[in-house]
């Protein structure tokens, strides 16, 4: 009787261990939640199977308006199959009014306009990839210090022109300011000057997971380059749709956009 009492222990302990759901971060719109299952877990979000690092780790962005209930699906390597199941925090963004942007980005030209969808493509099918990369995982740093200007998720006004959200955060340093990875990756996109972002750096981070720097004066590495957390990549500037030199940082999970202000410590006095 013991013994098959200490038998079925065994058993439950294993099962429970096989179904094993480890999670950091927030459940609330903007929010990146980074987890970790055992090896031979398949974990679906949203009818997408995750990819899953070899220690088990994987990463799901929370767009702005993320719905209130999420789910997650984990498959063990014996067949379990578990619905987790959590509340998203729902947020209320601010509105910004910005005046003073170069009236031509307000209401570009079509020829600007066509321009302005190309490079968005560009933009986009830089953050398309599931790199094998894992450095989404690492806590994420500033990419530089100074005052916030700017929070994600503001429902912006140009120049009066009610306009998308702003999904980036940010920060207001003179031109030339050097700019910090905030954590490793790959460059999958440099451009000297797109019609909104003017200089832009993409930098992936793994599974889908990016950081874009606009309004750059200059960028210091290469499409393709790796890079690791902390090294310079970029200076501050006032290009594209900017009133005035600042670095906005801004992150997606494919075409998620998420919060950075979620992955860092608050920023410094
Ligand atoms: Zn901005």
């Given amino acids: 009787m013991l013994q098959k009492t200490a038998a079925f222990v065994v058993f439950l302990f294993a099962s429970m261990a096989a179904s094993a759901l480890e999670l950091k971060g927030d459940w609330q719109q903007g929010g990146v939640i980074v987890g970790k299952v055992p090896q031979g877990t398949l974990v679906e979000y949203r009818g997408k199977k995750l990819q ?24 063990s390597s014996d067949g379990l199959r578990q619905e987790h199941e959590f509340a998203v925090k729902q947020r209320t963004y601010n509105i910004q009014k910005v005046t003073g942007v170069p009236q031509r980005t307000v209401d570009p030209d079509p020829a600007q306009v066509e321009r302005a969808k190309r490079e968005a493509q560009m933009s986009a099918d830089a953050r398309k990839g599931d790199l094998p990369l894992t450095f989404f995982a690492q806590k994420f740093i500033w990419p530089l210090i100074g005052p916030i200007s ?5 429902q912006r006004f140009y120049n009066g022109v009610p306009n998308s959200p702003h999904y980036g955060v940010d920060i207001a340093k003179p031109v030339g300011t050097l700019v910090k990875a905030p954590a490793g990756g790959v460059v999958t996109l440099v451009h000297p ?51 005035g030199p600042h670095l906005d940082w801004r992150m997606n999970w494919f075409e998620e956009r998420v919060d950075p202000q979620l992955l860092v410590e608050p920023m410094p006095e």
């Fill in 150 to 154: 700017g929070v994600y998720g503001s």
């Fill in 52 to 75: 899953i690092s070899p220690a088990g780790e994987f990463v799901i962005g929370l767009g702005r308006d993320a719905a209130r209930h999420a789910k997650i699906i984990t498959i």
């Fill in 193 to 243: 000057d797109m019609f909104f972002s003017g200089g832009t750096l993409i930098i992936d981070h793994g599974h889908g997971l990016s950081s874009t720097f606009i309004h750059l004066s200059e960028v210091l590495v290469k499409k393709g380059d790796a890079i690791t957390q902390g090294q310079i990549i970029a200076k501050v500037g006032k290009t594209g749709r900017a009133t």
